[in-house]
């Protein structure tokens, strides 16, 4: 399996509401990747796991809450969202996290709209 | 600060001519370089790095791209464009100053590449 899977791929949420997006992936890395990315614009960084613990937060508003349950399985989920967060949601995995010559394998995404 | 540039937000090419989507790096130290290309609705599909070692690098689809130490590119190539190569192209290089070793990419704004028939 060299695939990172996300579900759902599609999802519409009011501002009131609370969703999950699921990331997995089954090739043994140590390193998972939330990233947001908007129309035509590259992915911004937003979430680093490494060895399921929380090593980085790229200043993402408590709204977006990631969760790492075990090493194949990333969660991010969303509370009180602002129509400006309607984006598509990208999660990528890489081999080490240490290691600078591994690139990432990324999922499909999920493509969010808040309403 | 580590930095990837891409001149071009678009690169129009007939098919089965050649094509060069541009890159150019700013990095203290040895660049860790790469590709990724994206499909509409898609995520993005690693093309090929450069880590060390010979210039020329070959990746995926045919593609390759050349680094260039003294002019600091990564230029992306294909000697025969094909339809299907339309997506968006970006390029990527790894932040080294980010702390704790965790692997950091930078992308450049990306370049929508369209090969016409």
């Known amino acids: 399996d060299t695939e990172v899977t996300q579900t759902p791929k599609h999802l519409v949420m009011g501002m009131t509401n609370k969703k999950s997006l699921k990331c997995e992936q089954h090739m043994g890395h140590r390193a998972m990747y939330w990233y947001k990315q908007k129309a035509k614009k590259p992915p911004e960084l937003m979430f680093v796991?490494?060895?399921?613990?929380?090593?980085i937060n790229e200043s993402v508003p408590s709204r977006f809450s990631p969760e790492c349950p075990n090493s194949s399985l990333l969660n991010l989920h969303l509370h009180a969202l602002q129509p400006e967060d309607s984006a598509l949601y990208l999660c990528?995995?890489?081999?080490?996290?240490?290691?600078?010559?591994?690139?990432?394998?990324f999922g499909s995404g999920t493509r969010l709209t808040v309403v | 600060a580590q930095s990837v540039a891409q001149p071009e937000d678009q690169v129009n090419v007939a098919e089965g001519n050649p094509l060069t989507v541009k890159c150019t790096y700013s990095v203290s130290g040895n660049p860790y370089l790469f590709w990724y290309v994206q499909y509409p609705n898609r995520g993005l599909q690693f093309l090929l790095k450069?880590?060390?070692?010979?210039?020329l690098v070959k990746g995926s689809y045919g593609f390759e791209a050349e680094f260039n130490k003294s002019q600091t590119s990564f230029h992306l190539k294909k000697p025969s464009a094909l339809v299907s190569d339309s997506a968006l192209y970006f390029c990527?290089?790894?932040?080294?100053?980010?702390?704790?070793?965790?692997?950091?990419?930078?992308f450049g704004a990306g370049t929508r590449l369209a090969v016409h028939p």
């Open positions: 990528a995995s890489s081999q080490d996290p240490g290691q600078g010559g591994y690139g990432y394998t």
């Open positions: 450069y880590i060390t070692g010979d210039n």
């Open positions: 990527a290089v790894r932040d080294i100053s980010f702390s704790g070793g965790y692997n950091k990419l930078i």
């Open positions: 796991y490494s060895y399921e613990k929380l090593s």
